[in-house]
């Protein structure tokens, strides 16, 4: 049976397992260290608490790749990863 389009239940989305998660972190960070070298930023949408979560785990992995301060911004939607600002005292680890 099919339902009109306003009605059509909404996807339903499987967590992903520990080693998926795992997985994903190391197969995104060069892909994310590439884009902030390259443009200074990476978006990408991230509308479930375990894909901000997975790409959080990401920022950290790019943050030891390419040993700066990375930072990720996410507002229920998407995630921004980008580099730190390093003006900040603390944040660099020199004060």
């Given amino acids: 049976m099919t339902h009109p389009p306003s009605t059509q239940p909404a996807p339903r989305r499987t967590p992903l397992s520990a080693e998926e998660k795992a997985r994903s972190e190391v197969n ?4 994310v260290a590439e884009t902030l070298v390259a443009k200074g930023r990476f978006r990408v949408t991230a509308e479930t608490p375990d894909m901000v979560e997975m ?8 943050g030891d790749l ?4 990375v930072v990720s ?3 229920g939607r998407d995630i921004v990863i ?7 005292p603390g944040l660099t680890g020199r004060e």
């Fill in 28 to 31: 995104f960070a060069p892909l």
């Fill in 55 to 62: 790409f959080q785990g990401v920022a950290r992995k790019v």
């Fill in 66 to 69: 390419l040993q700066r301060p």
């Fill in 73 to 75: 911004y996410a507002n």
């Fill in 82 to 88: 980008t580099f730190a600002q390093t003006d900040t």
